[in-house]
């Protein structure tokens, strides 16, 4: 009897292992929500998650098709690629010409940065301030009276 229980015991261990294994594996795969900010939709040109036509009601079909399956975020990635094309991913790849997408906004802040320094530093050097000559000359004298007979005709 008791050999029985312990031969029951071990078969249900061997019988148990495997779907603890695949639960635990599981338990580390991709959600829906997470790959939706990752992914376009290649309709509307927009993150998945904001997207509402029927190619991305395709894609999410798909997408849950490969969580039920257990896929990782990478493996579902790959797999989009595989079957939608490099347009589907939302970030590009780090090679190539798509450097570009990572390197331009960069330069661009660190142009920016250089250029408010030296907009700051040419603001405290003091030669923004104007010239101490006035901008006008002063009037003639013969403006000078044609001005004050105009004033004296006004006063009156």
Same mark, same amino acid.
């Given at each position: 009897?008791?050999?029985?229980?312990?031969? =029951?015991? =071990?078969?249900?261990?061997?019988? /148990?292992? *495997?779907?603890? !294994?695949?639960?635990?594996?599981?338990?580390?795969?991709?959600?829906? =929500?997470d790959?939706? $900010?990752? %992914?376009?939709? +290649?309709?509307?040109?927009?993150?998945? $998650?904001?997207?509402? $036509?029927p190619?991305?009601?395709?894609e999410?079909?798909?997408?849950?098709?490969?969580?039920?399956?257990?896929e990782?975020t990478?493996?579902?990635?790959?797999a +989009?690629?595989?079957?939608?094309g &490099?347009? !589907?991913?939302?970030?590009?790849?780090?090679?190539?010409?798509?450097v570009a997408?990572?390197?331009?906004p960069f +330069? /661009?802040l +660190?142009?920016?940065?250089?250029?408010a320094?030296?907009a700051?530093?040419?603001?405290?050097?003091?030669r923004? =301030?104007?010239?101490?000559? *006035?901008? %006008? *000359? &002063? &009037?003639?004298?013969?403006?000078?009276?044609?001005?004050?007979?105009?004033? /004296? $005709?006004?006063?009156r």
């Amino acid at each position: 009897m008791r050999r029985g229980v312990v031969l =029951a015991l =071990a078969v249900l261990a061997l019988v /148990a292992l *495997p779907a603890s !294994v695949a639960s635990a594996a599981c338990r580390q795969r991709a959600n829906l =929500a997470d790959i939706e $900010s990752q %992914v376009m939709c +290649l309709v509307c040109g927009v993150p998945l $998650s904001l997207a509402d $036509s029927p190619q991305a009601s395709r894609e999410r079909d798909f997408i849950n098709g490969l969580i039920d399956k257990c896929e990782t975020t990478q493996q579902i990635k790959a797999a +989009l690629v595989a079957q939608y094309g &490099p347009r !589907v991913l939302a970030l590009p790849k780090d090679s190539g010409f798509n450097v570009a997408a990572y390197l331009v906004p960069f +330069l /661009a802040l +660190l142009f920016g940065g250089g250029l408010a320094v030296a907009a700051v530093r040419w603001w405290t050097s003091g030669r923004h =301030a104007p010239a101490d000559e *006035p901008a %006008v *000359p &002063p &009037p003639s004298r013969a403006d000078a009276r044609r001005l004050e007979a105009e004033m /004296a $005709s006004f006063e009156r």
